[in-house]
Nanobody, 114 residues
Framework: QGQLVESGGDLVQPGGSLRLSCATSGFIFSMYTMNWYRQAPGKERELVAGITSTGFRSYYLESARNRFTISRENAKNTVYLQLDQVTPEDTGVYFC???????WGQGTQVTVSS
């Protein structure tokens, strides 16, 4: 059974930056696409970004493009999400996800507020 553990969430001011991490275990991380989702209060969970197994390709929610950067270190079984120029609309719980196996982490809270 795979495990995903997110970290790095915090309270940040509008325009600020944050780096989220997701450490994984229990599956061959380097072989699979990984995603980041978020869920804002009262809203459905949405896909924010994804990255292919080698890191060669990535994709983003339109509102996250040019502000967020997804990356991975296969040697550390870890995927990251760099959040820059954040706005209050980026507030939510951020989850990493392995689509191949349907694994979810417990989430990490990001709050953007002055």
């Amino acid at each position: 059974q795979g495990q995903l553990v997110e970290s790095g969430g915090d309270l940040v001011q509008p325009g600020g930056s944050l780096r989220l991490s997701c450490a994984t275990s229990g599956f061959i991380f380097s072989m699979y696409t990984m995603n980041w989702y978020r869920q804002a209060p009262g809203k459905e969970r949405e896909l924010v970004a994804g990255i292919t197994s080698t890191g060669f390709r990535s994709y983003y929610l339109e509102s996250a493009r040019n502000r967020f950067t997804i990356s991975r270190e296969n040697a550390k079984n870890t995927v990251y999400l760099q959040l820059d120029q954040v706005t209050p609309e980026d507030t939510g719980v951020y989850f990493c996800h392995s689509a191949r196996f349907g694994y979810w982490g417990q989430g990490t809270q990001v709050t953007v507020s002055s």
